[in-house]
């Protein structure tokens, strides 16, 4: 029965991924300059979400933000009125002007950590926000501290989106030949079956991408992929959309800041 269903899944989602990879062509090449043009929505990049302990380094605590330092985040965005937004209204706005709620912003959350299903899932509910959540595969219900399948299929079901980050977080840059069926084809397969939903959203592990690995993204039907804070590629900035780091050394007051400046570019 289940195979029945994921090759009906499957053979959906072929179809489904050539239209939208025509589009997602034709999208890119054609409107960049309008895309470019557009305001940025800020965008947050989270990982782990716990207190620092001694023994972490300075340079990995840019990627783990303390509990408290993350609650008093999101308060103040819902305090100043921020709406949280999803890729595929990001996707509409971008390619067609589809207006988004007053103050959007888009919360994302890397690396399968399970502390994003344990501290940030309530505390995002406690203001009716919803987040994209970037799996690499290979660590789904591996280890302690990361989320099992059927936390990421939780998550999904109450309306959060699920996207790839490859199989193992190597770097993009660097794949080639059976890579791409390693790092994106069988990533992708594995959250459709967890998920029962297509996978359309795409996360560059250390945010590192090039030009020249874009095309293989279109192929497979991805419609928006989420570096960190380099410029966009003038020719694809739909597959380099920025994102920033909310780091735990920030006050609420240095990441309303940080938002502006970085966005505004
Ligand atoms: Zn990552």
């Not at 990421?152 to 794949?175: A, P, R």
């Not at 560059?204 to 095309?215: A, I, M, R, V």
Request: net charge positive; with cysteine; hydrophobic share 40%.
């Amino acid at each position: 029965m289940i195979s029945k269903f994921t090759s009906a899944l499957f053979s959906l989602g072929l179809s489904l991924s050539i239209t939208s990879t025509a589009i997602a062509q034709a999208t890119t090449t054609g409107n960049a300059p309008a895309i470019l043009a557009r305001k940025q929505v800020p965008i947050l990049c989270y990982h782990q979400i716990r207190d620092w302990k001694p023994t972490d380094k300075k340079v990995d605590k840019d990627y783990i933000i303390p509990i408290a330092a993350f609650k008093a985040h999101l308060k103040m965005l819902a305090d100043s009125g921020y709406h949280t937004i999803l890729p595929d209204q990001l996707y509409d706005y971008l390619t067609k002007g589809t207006p988004l709620p007053s103050k959007p912003i888009m919360l994302t959350f890397d690396d399968t950590d399970l502390d994003q299903f344990v501290v940030a899932r309530p505390e995002m509910k406690k203001y009716g926000f919803k987040g994209v959540f970037f799996i690499m595969t290979v660590s789904i219900g591996k280890v302690k501290h990361y989320m099992s399948a059927a936390q990421i299929k939780q998550l999904s079901d109450e309306g959060n989106v699920i996207g790839s980050h490859t199989w193992n977080h190597s770097n993009f840059k660097k794949f080639q030949g059976k890579d791409w069926e390693t790092q994106l084809d069988k990533p992708t397969k594995k959250l459709e079956e967890i998920t029962g939903k297509p996978i359309k959203y795409f996360a560059f592990p250390f945010g590192l991408w090039n030009s020249q690995g874009l095309p293989e993204l279109h192929k497979r039907g991805f419609k928006l992929a989420f570096q960190l804070a380099d410029k966009r590629d003038p020719n694809d900035p739909l597959l380099t959309v920025r994102r920033i780091l909310d780091s735990g050394y920030w006050t609420v007051k240095s990441l309303s800041n940080a938002m502006h400046q970085s966005f505004s570019k």
